[in-house]
T-cell receptor, first 115, second 114 residues
Framework: GAGVSQTPSNKVTEKGKYVELRCDPI?????LYWYRQSLGQGPEFLIY????????DSGLPNDRFFAVRPEGSVSTLKIQRTERGDSAVYLC?????????????FGPGTRLTVL | KNQVEQSPQSLIILEGKNCTLQ??????????LRWYKQDTGRGPVSLTI?????NTKSNGRYTATLDADTKQSSLHITASQLSDSASYIC?????????????FGTGTRLQVTL
């Protein structure tokens, strides 16, 4: 596609529920990143994929968070037993190779609200 | 702890005026520094990226500078336009190899008015 897309754009859920957030990276980009952005803050790194594998998941806050990228393209961020503190905008980005001088192209984000 | 601090937190300027945004970082080892523009409700968009050996880089009316010795960067916006109203985020990449080790500043919120 022309850019990184994310669905849904908004998600409202109740505390304790399970949610899935989807990211479609730019076609051909091997690297994919998930970030979380709270109001008034900069994005916070969660996880980075190189191809199908998670090259760095050190930013995942706890074991309720999990992400997959089974075919090296689309990725899904999964959050179990959601808590109110999970409310944030979840941003996805992709880059062509994943080397540290690559430009990361961001999607519009999914705004998650946990009631 | 790796940190990126930006100032001012927010800024209001008149259309046509220039402004400069500041970024100080403590990320080590340093790989590169990026400036992103983030419109409200949108994902960040890359403006510039500078490695250790680069002192300045321009992208249209945006000029970024980097002093790796003092660990400071600035983003200068010339002849501001209403469309420049956004948050400007300084991002520092540390370490080698993967691009995952990005440390983001909290951003400077710029508002350009008539």
């Amino acid at each position: 596609g022309a850019g990184v897309s994310q669905t849904p754009s908004n998600k409202v859920t109740e505390k304790g529920k399970y949610v899935e957030l989807r990211c479609d990276p730019i076609s051909g980009h091997t690297a994919l990143y998930w970030y979380r952005q709270s109001l008034g803050q900069g994005p916070e790194f969660l996880i980075y994929f190189q191809g199908t594998g998670a090259a760095d998941d050190s930013g995942l806050p706890n074991d309720r968070f999990f992400a997959v990228r089974p075919e090296g393209s689309v990725s899904t961020l999964k959050i179990q037993r959601t808590e109110r503190g999970d409310s944030a905008v979840y941003l996805c980005a992709s880059s062509s190779h994943g080397i540290n001088t690559d430009t990361q192209y961001f999607g519009p984000g999914t705004r998650l609200t946990v009631l | 702890k790796n940190q990126v601090e930006q100032s001012p937190q927010s800024l209001i300027i008149l259309e046509g005026k220039n402004c400069t945004l500041q970024c100080n970082y403590t990320v080590s080892p340093f790989s590169n520094l990026r400036w992103y523009k983030q419109d409200t409700g949108r994902g960040p968009v890359s403006l510039t990226i500078m490695t250790f050996s680069e002192n300045t880089k321009s992208n249209g009316r945006y000029t970024a500078t980097l002093d790796a010795d003092t660990k400071q960067s600035s983003l200068h916006i010339t002849a501001s336009q209403l469309s420049d109203s956004a948050s400007y985020i300084c991002v520092v990449s540390g370490g080698t190899g993967t691009a995952s080790k990005l440390t983001f500043g909290t951003g400077t919120r710029l508002q350009v008015t008539l």
